[in-house]
């Protein structure tokens, strides 16, 4: 299903033109590659790195809905991992209540969808600073919330949620979840593709410059605000319902601030706004937590050695990349490459 | 000639200074009217009041036969109200054609689901918006430029891509915010053979603009402001010979 990462996002508005049929375009090929490993990855992983790559899958669905809401809306959600915790409890309530797992998986989503939609009201009317700490006080309110209630486990949390089943296929095995996020984020991906690329991507990129510009050329925004903090919600909500089933519960512990805050840097260091940014960040930040988790949990090291770790690390990083790349890795490389090609007629 | 927009004794302040202050005025179907007065007078101000962007403290706003004064700005546009902006308001990280293609979203309504699923509706709905759109940048001498990131468009070229934007909406009242300024003379002449041409077709237009030789020749009648009012209206002939307006504005041209 990734193979339809094809183009990013900037350079596939301009349908392709006739010459650029006649020979693939290096977006082109690249995509093909990076798709290629992306399914050939779980089976030539040893079995107990699979892990990391099912929650890299799962952070990238995130930061693909993330990175178009920073991109396009310009609103940062310091709590996008509120959705997710939404997603995996709606996931873990539905099936620790009997009912199929599948419908779990579908309402994981659609759930996280609605709340965003409800607290989109009168969230969006917020700008800049202001969204961006009521985001991060909503997940406080629903870390504090879910600790509390006795219908979602309190501070343990909901154990025992059962394997994922779909039309008799049991989702058993570490690989199974591998391959499971892959399609989800290529199902991600392609619908995000979809909407950058038409009508209503059109109105987003444009407000994401002048929203009164975009106003006036009949461009709802406050709709579409609403629509892409929906749909970032839905995509962080399938993140963690995929999250539930493959991890077999789910606490507050396991959706912390540290997370929500995780997927922020991951959109800033890819670049906000573009798929390939959104794919690259998460890998990156995704193998550079690997890389301090393994420092971090040395001989030696005390109890709180890897978070002290990941906090500085993103600050570092938050302000090497603001200072040095402000767009990001993926938008810097690619001006850095139409640059070189100034001379070819640009496509973005 | 019936009227298209009523602007009935519109006023808007800020701080307690009036920017426009009971300004009363009708634009017939296919008549361009211009909008000229010294810096300060209100013209941006009523432009803005026009198009949604402020909201009036007093007054009405009759578009056809519709209120739009509690309009957002968004729904103006749909029902067929379009403005170049002033400066450069050129969306970023799309192309020219892109940024024309936005212009249609006025009279277009495919939405994230069919985006999503690639309807065959949706796809229809596209192929006309990008031929629309081309024929729009055709129609401003852009067609070379579709492709390129209209970040590079050279001043000039930027405001014509915010006309092709405008035309792409089909609106039935176009507003030109001070369209000619900063304009080289080659391109200022193309602007006003443009104009002309969308006046011949019977567009209805509204015109902020500096430059009296360009209102003179392009507008059907001219408003006046000063200070927030309306100090004369008139055929440009009419407003030339007009004691207020000399003493208020072409005084301080002549002088």
Same mark, same amino acid.
């Not at chain 1, 350079?11 to 020979?23: F, K």
């Not at chain 1, 995704?286 to 109890?303: C, H, K, S, V, Y």
């Not at chain 2, 369209?179 to 019977?202: D, I, K, T, W």
């Given at each position: 299903?990734?193979?339809?990462?094809?183009?990013?996002?900037?350079?596939?508005?301009?349908?392709?033109?006739?010459?650029?049929?006649?020979?693939?375009?290096? =977006?082109?090929?690249?995509?093909? *590659?990076?798709?290629?490993?992306?399914? %050939?990855?779980? &089976?030539? +992983?040893?079995?107990?790195?699979?892990?990391?790559?099912?929650l890299l899958l799962l952070a990238a669905i995130?930061?693909?809905g993330l990175s178009m809401l920073m991109g396009f809306a310009g609103q940062v959600s310091l709590g996008q991992a509120s959705f997710t915790m939404i997603g995996g409890y709606t996931a873990a309530l539905t099936a620790t209540h009997g009912l199929p797992t599948w419908l779990g998986l579908l309402l994981a989503p659609v759930v996280a969808a609605a709340c965003a939609a409800l607290v989109g009201v009168p969230l969006l009317r917020l700008r800049g600073h202001q969204l961006a700490f009521a985001t991060l006080a909503i997940q406080l309110i629903?870390?504090?919330?879910?600790?509390?209630?006795?219908?979602?486990?309190?501070?343990?949390?909901?154990?025992?949620?059962?394997?994922?089943?779909?039309?008799?296929?049991?989702? =058993?095995?570490?690989?199974?979840? *591998?391959?499971?996020?892959?399609?989800? %984020?290529?199902? &991600?991906? +392609?619908?995000?593709?979809?909407?950058?690329?038409?009508?209503?991507?059109?109105?987003?990129?444009?407000?994401?410059t002048s929203e009164v510009a975009a106003a006036s050329s009949g461009v709802p925004v406050a709709v579409y605000k609403q629509a892409v903090f929906s749909l970032s919600a839905g995509f962080a909500g399938l993140a963690g319902g995929i999250y539930a089933f493959y991890i077999g519960y789910v606490a507050p512990g396991s959706f912390p601030v540290l997370l929500s805050f995780e997927y922020v840097v991951m959109v800033v260091v890819g670049g906000a706004g573009t798929i390939w940014g959104a794919l690259a960040g998460?890998?990156?930040?995704?193998?550079?937590?690997?890389?301090?988790?393994?420092?971090?949990?040395?001989?030696?090291?005390?109890?709180?050695?890897?978070?002290?770790?990941?906090?500085?690390?993103?600050?570092?990083?938050?302000?090497?990349?603001?200072?040095?790349l402000p767009r990001g890795l993926v938008p810097s490389a690619t001006a850095w490459w139409d640059r070189r090609t100034a001379s070819k007629p640009m496509e973005g | 000639m019936t009227t298209l927009l009523e602007v009935g004794s519109v006023g808007r302040a800020f701080g307690g200074v009036y920017a426009v202050r009971d300004v009363a005025m009708a634009v017939a179907e296919g008549e361009t009217r211009a909008v000229i007065g010294p810096n300060?007078?209100?013209?941006?101000?009523?432009?803005?009041?026009?198009?949604?962007?402020?909201?009036?403290?007093?007054?009405?706003?009759?578009?056809?036969?519709?209120r739009i004064d509690r309009l957002p700005p968004h729904a103006r546009a749909r029902l067929g109200i379009a403005i170049v902006f002033q400066g450069a308001r050129l969306f970023h990280g799309m192309t020219a054609l892109e940024n024309v293609m936005v212009g249609a979203h006025a009279r277009?309504?495919?939405?994230?689901?069919?985006?999503?699923?690639?309807?065959?509706?949706?796809?229809?709905?596209?192929?006309?918006?990008?031929?629309?759109?081309?024929?729009?940048l055709d129609r401003v001498g852009l067609r070379d430029w579709a492709h390129r990131s209209a970040d590079v468009l050279p001043l000039g070229q930027q405001r014509s891509l915010q006309v092709a934007r405008a035309l792409c909406a089909r609106p039935r009242l176009l507003l030109l915010d001070?369209?000619?300024?900063?304009?080289?003379?080659?391109?200022?002449?193309?602007?006003?053979?443009?104009?002309?041409?969308?006046?011949?077709?019977?567009?209805?237009?509204?015109?902020?603009e500096h430059d009296v030789a360009f209102v003179a020749r392009l507008a059907d009648r001219v408003s006046v402001l000063d200070l927030g009012r309306l100090i004369a209206e008139g055929t440009p002939e009419q407003i030339r010979d007009d004691p207020a307006v000399i003493a208020a504005y072409l005084g301080e041209e002549a002088a």
């Open positions: 299903m990734s193979v339809s990462v094809r183009n990013s996002p900037r350079s596939s508005g301009a349908h392709a033109g006739p010459a650029r049929r006649r020979r693939p375009a290096p =977006a082109t090929l690249g995509a093909a *590659a990076v798709a290629v490993v992306a399914l %050939l990855v779980p &089976v030539l +992983l040893p079995a107990t790195q699979v892990s990391v790559y099912v995130v930061v693909v629903l870390l504090s919330l879910v600790g509390r209630l006795e219908w979602t486990g309190g501070d343990i949390g909901l154990q025992g949620v059962p394997r994922l089943q779909v039309a008799g296929y049991e989702f =058993a095995e570490e690989i199974s979840y *591998a391959y499971l996020a892959l399609g989800a %984020l290529g199902l &991600v991906v +392609l619908v995000t593709r979809h909407i950058v690329t038409s009508r209503p991507g059109r109105g987003l990129r444009a407000l994401a998460a890998t990156a930040i995704t193998l550079l937590l690997q890389l301090l988790n393994d420092i971090g949990t040395r001989e030696g090291m005390p109890a709180s050695a890897p978070t002290v770790l990941s906090y500085a690390v993103y600050g570092l990083l938050l302000v090497v990349v603001v200072l040095f | 300060g007078a209100g013209k941006s101000t009523l432009f803005n009041l026009i198009s949604g962007h402020l909201a009036p403290d007093h007054g009405t706003l009759r578009y056809g036969t519709r277009t309504r495919h939405g994230f689901l069919s985006a999503t699923l690639r309807l065959p509706a949706h796809r229809r709905e596209e192929a006309e918006i990008r031929a629309d759109a081309l024929a729009a001070e369209p000619a300024s900063g304009l080289r003379a080659g391109e200022r002449e193309a602007l006003a053979q443009l104009v002309e041409g969308l006046r011949a077709e019977g567009l209805t237009m509204m015109l902020v």
